[in-house]
């Protein structure tokens, strides 16, 4: 009998585990309403408030992000929280546990979803700026070899944008799922968001372990990697979308896809993984590929008022004009913030000094009241 029971339970655990990698769950609830079932995401990208800007971050929630009905707001914090599992990471005067909890109730108040980001992968670096991990475990480098200080713009002899790490540096998971499960803890929530766009340094050649590797499966592999962890918790993983679509054959180019041999990455990532398609020129068609690979996506806008009107009107037209099993993978749109949330807030709060990112996120605010 206890034999039995062993087996028993092995079984529906195993079935639990197949359950989860297979069925995605949205972060959108079930729409209760027309502008659900129109854009059933509807979110802020922007990075994390500092200390001294906390309160008119809450400001900005509490009077406009949740009368206009948004109800996803993705945080990065990188740096910027008192780390205890890693301590050194950490910035000066960051954004302690009880700051955190001050956005939380915000959020919770207002149904609003709390996905924090941490950079990884790429975006170890910017300019001659070597960011926190990269500075503090520089055994984790992919290419070492290049030095941030020599940086000197765009292009360069060095290929240098951002530093990236090395996916397969055998410490990096230890440090990597420590952030994870503790900005996870701290926000309360069941999302995190990786970031990992604009990766140009992997597979280097002068990488002793990644030389000579195929850069889509190095890619997936710490995309599931990632996923998997955050999985163990009942958590979700959130990605920006550029690494999974080739800048050759949809003219993209080496931006907002890839130009380095990782869109095929796209049909080895687990289907549950969230797609961030950010394009701010043009209303690509990519999120309806994405969705059609079976994941789930939002289209990111930025800074054009227009063009961000015309990409949330594309998604509500392909989420009425597929089919149901495509429908339920185009999700809505998510508006990006690239500047510190302080500068952004004086130029929304100020009209005079509006800038098209403001007036972008102003003019998605009045569509969605509409809908």
Request: glycine content about 4%; charged content about 25%.
């Amino acid at each position: 009998m206890r034999r039995f029971l062993f087996v028993l339970l092995a079984c529906l655990a195993a079935t639990l585990t197949a359950v989860a990698q297979n069925q995605p769950t949205a972060p959108a609830q079930t729409p209760t309403s027309a502008l659900d079932e129109a854009l059933p995401v509807r979110g802020l990208a922007i990075q994390a408030p500092s200390v001294e800007g906390l309160d008119l971050f809450l400001k900005f929630i509490e009077e406009e992000l949740a009368p206009a009905h948004f109800n996803l707001l993705i945080l990065r914090v990188d740096w910027n929280y008192d780390y205890k599992s890693h301590p050194e990471l950490r910035d000066p005067n960051p954004l302690t546990e009880t700051h955190v909890k001050r956005l939380v109730a915000a959020c919770r108040k207002h149904g609003i979803r709390l996905a924090p980001q941490i950079n990884l992968l790429g975006h170890q670096s910017w300019a001659k700026t070597t960011y926190s991990l990269l500075r503090e475990y520089p055994e984790f480098d992919e290419t070492p070899h290049v030095d941030t200080a020599n940086y000197t713009g765009w292009p360069n002899p060095d290929g240098l944008y951002c530093k990236s790490y090395c996916p397969l540096h055998p410490d990096m998971p230890r440090v990597v799922n420590a952030l994870i499960d503790e900005i996870t803890t701290v926000f309360e929530t069941d999302l995190f968001h990786a970031g990992m766009d604009e990766v140009f340094y992997i597979a280097d050649d002068n990488c002793p372990r990644c030389a000579g590797k195929d850069p889509a499966e190095l890619f997936a592999g710490e995309v599931n990697r990632i996923r998997n962890h955050l999985a163990l918790t009942g958590k979700r993983l959130m990605i920006w979308g550029d690494r999974l679509l080739d800048g050759t054959l949809t003219g993209l180019g080496a931006w907002e896809a890839s130009m380095n041999n990782t869109a095929r990455a796209v049909d080895m990532i687990a289907k549950d993984v969230f797609v961030c398609d950010w394009h701010y020129e043009r209303a690509d068609l990519s999120a309806v590929y994405l969705a059609m690979k079976g994941l789930d996506v939002a289209t990111c806008p930025w800074r054009r008022p227009e063009l961000a009107i015309r990409q949330m009107n594309d998604m509500i037209a392909w989420r009425a004009q597929t089919t149901p099993a495509t429908k339920s993978h185009l999700q809505g749109i998510i508006e990006t913030v690239w500047s510190p949330a302080e500068p952004f807030l004086r130029n929304y709060y100020n009209p005079s000094t509006e800038d098209g990112v403001a007036l972008t996120v102003r003019r998605l605010m009045e569509e969605y009241k509409k809908l």
